[in-house]
């Protein structure tokens, strides 16, 4: 059998099915009839997947030779080979059911196909769909390419909210636009009309560019096409600017210290004096356990984080980057509301970190507890601190090590928003040329 399934047609006739197993075709199609093989019927012609196939001989290759097959009415005489171990390798899913996630080429009539389904009806639908339409020899549609690019390629080698994103830009764009398109049929109007008819932030937009343009810089590499569509000059993007995080003001933080023992929860006074003094992502303050902080020698260890990829189902991970790797300072003003934690505990959850609804809960008790005028957002706290720490200082190095960016340019960009006003740079001229 080894010899002759690895090069069987993907779609098998009754005949042809029939002779690999070395059997009748009354025998086989006996099978058929009774549920044991599976099969699907195009234009009156009955039609057999090898994945069929494949599922056949792995449930029956164990019933030969036995007194079972004695017994059994279709097997009498009509074995598969003349042997009891299989050849083959058998595949993972038992005999009650095929791949939960079936990404598998498929040749119809000469022409090579990827069929990407969740389950085996859809891989049929979709296999029918297409043996009954025109086919164009040597395209691929995209849907089909940029699923295999994604479930092959991306995902297995990044990280789950990475794929988490490039999935959502897939579903919700990228399918949608270039639905009945052949790859290798994709040009530029094509590109540029999908940016076109999205709405919302430019940011948007650039996510949706850059899985596209992994996706045809496979398609040149896999010569289906000389060019990428994607980073012709003509494609424009535009779109609303994203909304930068606004620092709070030093008034609201002010009144923030000022008021952490007013918090009733102890954990929550500990939360609030860390995320609020010290320029760290909420990931990682999440991912703090007992072990890492320091309050002898005033430094908190900045380990691993805790990502929330599918929103409530809390991800424990490497820092974000090498340089996110990193040890701050601990403030003398958290220092009198760190609660002593176990070692290999979490500071926050203790056996398992907080989910996203669990610190949004906590933020809303400290809102109240405080009586703070705003909305307590973890984000806001690291850009306040990066501003601060660069207006008090002027040393843009120091800030990068604390924020535990890779440049000072990503630091400058993103979390130093400064203080001064333009008053404040009219004076500056002044004294400078007075």
């Not at 043996?131 to 690019?149: C, H, I, S, T, V």
């Amino acid at each position: 059998m080894t010899d002759y399934l690895p090069t069987a047609p993907d779609v098998l006739t009754v005949q042809e099915a029939a002779d690999l197993l070395k059997m009748s075709v009354t025998t086989l199609t006996e099978f058929i009839e009774g549920g044991q093989l599976e099969a699907v019927i195009l234009n009156e012609k009955v039609l057999i997947f090898k994945i069929f196939l494949l599922k056949f001989i792995e449930k029956h290759h164990k019933i030969c030779y036995t007194k079972e097959v004695e017994n059994h009415e279709n097997f009498k005489d009509k074995h598969l080979e003349n042997r009891i171990e299989p050849d083959f390798a058998p595949s993972s899913e038992g005999d009650t059911e095929i791949a939960k996630k079936i990404n598998q080429p498929v040749v119809i009539n000469g022409v090579k196909r990827w069929i990407t389904a969740g389950s085996m009806q859809e891989f049929t639908d979709k296999v029918v769909k297409l043996m009954g339409a025109p086919l164009e020899p040597g395209k691929y549609l995209f849907a089909d390419y940029a699923l295999n690019w994604f479930e092959t390629y991306s995902k297995p080698n990044v990280e789950t909210a990475t794929a988490t994103t490039y999935k959502r830009q897939l579903s919700l764009h990228l399918l949608p636009a270039f639905d009945g398109l052949n790859v290798e049929d994709i040009t530029t109007d094509h590109v540029q009309r999908l940016f076109n008819g999205m709405t919302g932030a430019k940011a948007t937009k650039d996510k949706a560019r850059m899985v596209l343009n992994q996706i045809m810089d496979a398609a040149v590499e896999d010569k289906l096409i000389s060019s990428n569509p994607v980073k012709s000059r003509r494609v424009k993007i535009s779109g609303n600017a994203s909304r930068a995080t606004t620092p709070y003001s030093v008034e609201q933080m002010r009144y923030l210290v000022q008021h952490i023992g007013d918090i009733k929860s102890p954990s929550d006074r500990m939360y609030l004096a860390l995320q609020a003094l010290h320029p760290l992502r909420l990931e990682e303050v999440l991912g703090l356990k007992g072990e890492d902080v320091d309050t002898r020698g005033c430094a908190v260890h900045i380990r691993r984080a805790v990502t929330h990829p599918t929103r409530n189902q809390p991800e424990i991970k490497d820092t974000k980057t090498e340089s996110s790797h990193r040890t701050v300072g601990l403030s003398s003003l958290a220092l009198p509301y760190i609660v002593e934690t176990p070692a290999d505990k979490f500071i926050f959850g203790g056996d398992k970190p907080l989910s996203y609804t669990q610190v949004r809960k906590m933020c809303d008790r400290i809102k109240r507890d405080t009586g703070f005028s705003e909305n307590i957002t973890p984000i806001r706290f690291r850009t306040t601190v990066l501003t601060d720490l660069y207006d008090q200082t002027k040393d843009i190095k120091l800030a990068q090590a604390a924020a535990g960016h890779t440049t000072p340019a990503m630091t400058l960009k993103y979390y130093v928003k400064g203080r001064e006003t333009s008053s404040s740079a009219t004076a500056a001229v002044e004294r400078a040329y007075s």
